[in-house]
């Protein structure tokens, strides 16, 4: 289930609200374990399965952790921890780089690996053999867990229950934010409901239905009609066109979709993390990745950087650790070359940022570093969206002139219908919106939120029921 | 903020989610939407198999928009603010630059297609012992190109019109019609505009009439109908299929005029439908079409295998017309010169069109097709057996 959908904002919202605000306190967790696992299996029913399984494999290794550390038992805690991040790692090679594993191989002439298309059930029809949706976040929450308990970060939670909720917690199930467990530890067992804190989540939730709905299903269009442009045909500032609708799409589609899920979360007592903090900002590819995908990005910090010996090591060790690090970053983003490209791409860029390029940036004009920084990163994305090998050298030669001329009609027409979105889009990629928001007087905010969020509302509807266009970005994920 | 002011943004919230799912509940589902020229889905409880499979998923989602309550305002809502926007298009139907004029999209096709689609044309005539024509009515893009908005996309420029009558065989005589369809000269009232209908892809009656004529004119025939002058409006609130996509809820509807009276001018005109197999009297014009959305159908009825329309009056001999539906507002004219005219379709029909036009005496074919049609049909092939 995904939550730009009629069904989900006009059915299953206000049936999970209804039910979880008549429930007594302590049964609330288990009515959000139960919407869970419906919103969970609505789109793939028999994946409901592997949440089961990693109910079960990532709380029984959390008790085993904490035993072994009760008697004293290193070496046992260590061998739980390792077992449970082989499992959950498994998981997700098998589901999502299995095929991709088994395709590279076959292309080299290495094919041993047989390509599965589909996968036996327990009932015995065979079911096809896809990505169940959102294992790359809930894999990379439940492994933080154990890993957590073991650092002694986190408690152990014995209720079975209160764990299956945290691992299968809807709002931010299939799209992030990557919640590691010790942020949610206290909130699992003891979450304040008030009218202020649901208020600023009907708030946070419709801001993100507008940027999904509004702002990047608009500009998705214009990134399909250059994505689909023969490369003999792209011009420059056409193929510029293109990567920048798709910059603005993915990222408000992407925090849209992080709005969403806070906003949610709140309305449900939860107070999760933020994702985004206006990225297109930075002044430098460290600091792109300091606001985009955040909790993405302190994961691996945290579970592999770091462990890793970080940046706290010769200056060679240090580039190794960076090479893995955005090497396992790329792949993450979907099983496919260009992504392995793509993070490799900003393992160049940071690389050189911390070997020298950060001071001189540092240095330079403020101008200037916002320009790198919002070049590199639209650059990148045309590497991340055009997946065919034999379609990304010539888009990305048509962005720096090498294509047919600098602009055609098509260019033309599409500038003039995208123009007012675009100029939206760039606006409310900064920061600009929210600060005159918060310099108007309480009282004219008061009467003015209202009608705003009402609007966004009846917009965000009309969009959604008209429903032409509503792609989930991260099935790759 | 303070509490009292969360209650109230929280009940406004709450008031707009649950209001609506639980109108969704109380409002009748429809069968059909009129607006979008379409039948909505509609719910089918589920089974343990298909909610295994997810099938009862996949389609409750589609339900569950198509039945929105106040669908139809909601999908006007969303193409006027697509409008305010500044798009020229929604939903892949550009908003013609007079305010008033709906275009769809054009499919265009490769050289090697049309190639191929031609060389089945080609194939008839050889199959044939009589005089085979061909012709394709301009898309209205093509027609009124000064309408589209600047660098549109996914137009005609009468490319396939202009490709295909080179690509014509020896057999197959080529009736082109751009120069009367598409440049108006003098007056536009008469040949631009109204050559098409606004909200829909078909030509009018007035451009049917333009082209009976440059068909009359390639068979070396004279015309024996004068026009508009003889005009009679059967309908004023004529809302065709590509306002239906569109959304478009502020372009007013077209009039549907007719200029040919039902029976033909003589009135001694009489027309056998074929819906399925069996014959059926039937007429030039059916009125109760126009109480329904797609009026369009007031001409011959609608789709069907095959039509045989007589006139005893008439001079010229048996005709095929291989149809699509722009051959049905152009049937009437085509009436008042032959002693017979043939609608055959071969979407529905599977006959063999050699041994039809030897069974029946026929002594002259034309391939009539709209460009679109003949760039996405199916069943050309047909044309070849």
Known sequence: ?477 | MNKKYSIFITVLFCMFIFGFGIAHFIVPDRESSEQENTNLSQFKAPTLETLRSGEFMEKFEKYYNDQFPLRDQWVHLKARSEWALGKQENNKVYFGTDGRTLFAHFTRISREDLERRVSFVNKLGENLDVPVYFSLVPDKSGALPYLLPDNAPNVDDNSTIQQAKELCGEKVSFIDMTDWLGNPSGDEELMGISSFYRTDHHWTSMGAYWGYVVLMEGMGRDIHVLAWDQKALVSDSFYGTTYSASGAGWVEPDSIYTIVPEGGTKGRVTVTRYPEGKPIEGGLYYPEKLEVKDKYAYFLGGNQPLCVIRNPDAAGGKLLVVRDSYSDSLAPFLAEEFQEVHLFDLRYNNMSLKKYVEENGIDQVLVLYSSNNFNTDQNLFKLGL
């Not at chain 1, 919407?35 to 789109?43: A, D």
């Not at chain 1, 055609?408 to 003039?416: E, I, N, Q, T």
């Open chain 1, 1 to 477: 289930m995904i939550f730009s959908s009629p069904y989900f904002l006009f059915l299953y919202f206000p049936a999970v609200l209804l039910l979880y605000y008549i429930t007594p306190l302590r049964g609330r967790n288990l009515v959000l374990l139960i919407v869970n696992l419906i919103f969970y299996g609505w789109g793939e029913p028999v994946y409901v399965l592997i949440m089961f399984l990693s109910i079960a494999i990532d709380y029984s290794h959390g008790r085993i952790v904490t035993r072994c550390k009760a008697k004293g038992n290193d070496r046992g805690a260590r061998m739980a921890v390792a077992s449970s991040v082989v499992f959950n790692l498994l998981l997700l090679g098998f589901f999502k780089y299995w095929n991709f594993i088994a395709g590279s191989l076959a292309a080299v002439g290495a094919g041993f690996l047989p390509v599965i298309e589909r996968l036996p059930t327990p009932w015995g029809e065979p079911i096809p053999f896809t990505l169940p949706i959102g294992i790359s976040f809930y894999t990379f929450q439940t492994m933080s867990y154990t890993i957590d308990v073991y650092r002694g970060d986190a408690r152990c939670q014995k209720n079975i229950v209160t764990f299956g909720t945290f691992v299968t917690l809807f709002p931010q199930l299939i799209a992030g934010p990557i919640i590691k467990y010790k942020d949610l530890d206290d909130q699992l067992e003891h979450r304040d409901h008030s009218f202020e804190k649901f208020a600023s989540g009907v708030q946070r939730f419709i801001i993100g239905a507008c940027k999904k709905v509004l702002l990047a299903n608009a500009l998705g269009p214009l990134w399909d009609v250059y994505l689909a442009t023969p490369g003999e045909q792209l011009t420059t500032l056409g193929a510029w066109l293109g990567i920048v609708a798709f910059s603005l799409q993915l990222y408000f589609d992407f925090s849209g979709y992080s709005d969403m899920a806070i906003g949610l979360g709140r309305m449900l007592g939860f107070e999760f993390l933020e994702n985004f903090n206006y990225p297109y900002l930075s002044k430098s590819a460290s600091e792109f990745w300091r606001r985009w995908h955040i909790s993405l990005g302190s994961w691996f910090r945290e579970y592999l950087y770091f462990p890793l010996g970080g940046s706290r090591v010769g200056k060679g060790r240090m580039v190794f650790n960076l090479l893995i690090v955005w090497a396992a970053t790329g792949i993450w983003h979907g099983a496919s070359w260009n992504f392995l490209l793509w993070g490799l791409y900003w393992f160049v860029w940071i690389g050189l940022e911390k070997l020298f390029l950060g001071r001189w940036l540092d240095k330079a004009p403020a101008w200037l570093g916002h320009v790198y920084g919002v070049v590199v990163a639209v650059v990148g994305w045309a590497i991340f969206a055009v997946e065919d090998f034999s379609a990304m050298g010539p888009y990305l030669a048509a962005m720096f002139g090498f294509g047919a001329g600098a602009l055609d009609g098509m260019f033309l027409y599409c500038l003039r219908n995208y123009l007012s979105i675009l100029i939206v889009a760039v606006v409310a990629a900064t920061p600009l919106a929210a600060k005159v928001w918060r310099k108007l007087p309480e009282r004219v905010r008061q009467v003015v939120f209202p009608v705003l969020m009402m609007a966004g509302l009846v917009l965000t509807t009309a969009y959604l029921v008209d429903g032409t266009y509503n792609p989930f970005l991260y099935f790759r994920f």
